[in-house]
T-cell receptor
Framework: AQSVAQPEDQVNVAEGNPLTVKCTYS??????LFWYVQYPNRGLQFLLK??????LVKGSYGFEAEFNKSQTSFHLKKPSALVSDSALYFC????????????FGAGTRLTVKP | NAGVTQTPKFQVLKTGQSMTLQCAQD?????MSWYRQDPGMGLRLIHY???????DQGEVPNGYNVSRSTTEDFPLRLLSAAPSQTSVYFC????????????FGEGSWLTVV
């Protein structure tokens, strides 16, 4: 069965600095990988996905993520953090076609300080 | 488009009471689902539906029922509320079962006392 881990509960960065939110996964076959963001008292919003192709995928709000098959990682990155990026970030993985097989990480709270 | 709409946003229940969380989407999505979100545990799938008249259990289905009489609506029923069901509930949908973008509602905060 697929699983995903976000090793950091909390990430703090200063505005303008690069940020990284880490994610590792475990699947038997080829992974479908996703990042979602949750702002306070809101639902999750889709940021980006990796299905196949280029290992570096670009998404909304200037975020990008790098798929690394050998390290089974899919870290979320942004070159220059904004205070408005402060939110809860979820990594998710599914192995096959079905969204009912999607597994979400526990989430990482990103705080960007001015 | 309103997207995925959930009601109520907040609810307090007494142990043993029943209630229904409503979910509607206006995007003509085939796939709908319910998740619960608990601190440190991410989102866990309760029930899902791949189309009107078809529902199935997810990871944590006990204590919950669902039905899908129309494409638009997917209500979640708590049969006899327990404190362990205190959580934030999210309804979500995607165009098809394998749709690569899942759309979430804004959540329903449920407290069972």
């Amino acid at each position: 069965a697929q699983s995903v881990a976000q090793p950091e509960d909390q990430v703090n960065v200063a505005e303008g600095n690069p940020l990284t939110v880490k994610c590792t996964y475990s699947v038997s076959g080829n992974p479908y990988l996703f990042w979602y963001v949750q702002y306070p008292n809101r639902g999750l919003q889709f940021l980006l996905k990796y299905i196949t192709g280029d290992n570096l995928v670009k998404g909304s709000y200037g975020f990008e993520a790098e798929f690394n098959k050998s390290q089974t990682s899919f870290h979320l990155k942004k070159p220059s953090a904004l205070v408005s990026d402060s939110a809860l970030y979820f990594c998710a993985v599914r192995e096959g076609y079905n969204n009912n097989d999607m597994r979400f990480g526990a989430g990482t709270r990103l705080t960007v300080k001015p | 488009n309103a997207g995925v709409t959930q009601t109520p946003k907040f609810q307090v229940l007494k142990t043993g009471q029943s209630m229904t969380l409503q979910c509607a989407q206006d995007m003509n999505h085939e796939y709908m689902s319910w998740y619960r979100q608990d601190p440190g545990m991410g989102l866990r799938l309760i029930h899902y539906s791949v189309g009107a008249g078809i529902t199935d259990q997810g990871e944590v289905p006990n204590g919950y029922n669902v039905s899908r009489s129309t494409t638009e609506d997917f209500p979640l029923r708590l049969l006899s509320a327990a404190p362990s069901q205190t959580s934030v509930y999210f309804c979500a949908s995607s165009l098809v079962r394998g749709g690569n973008t899942i759309y979430f509602g804004e959540g329903s905060w449920l407290t069972v006392v």
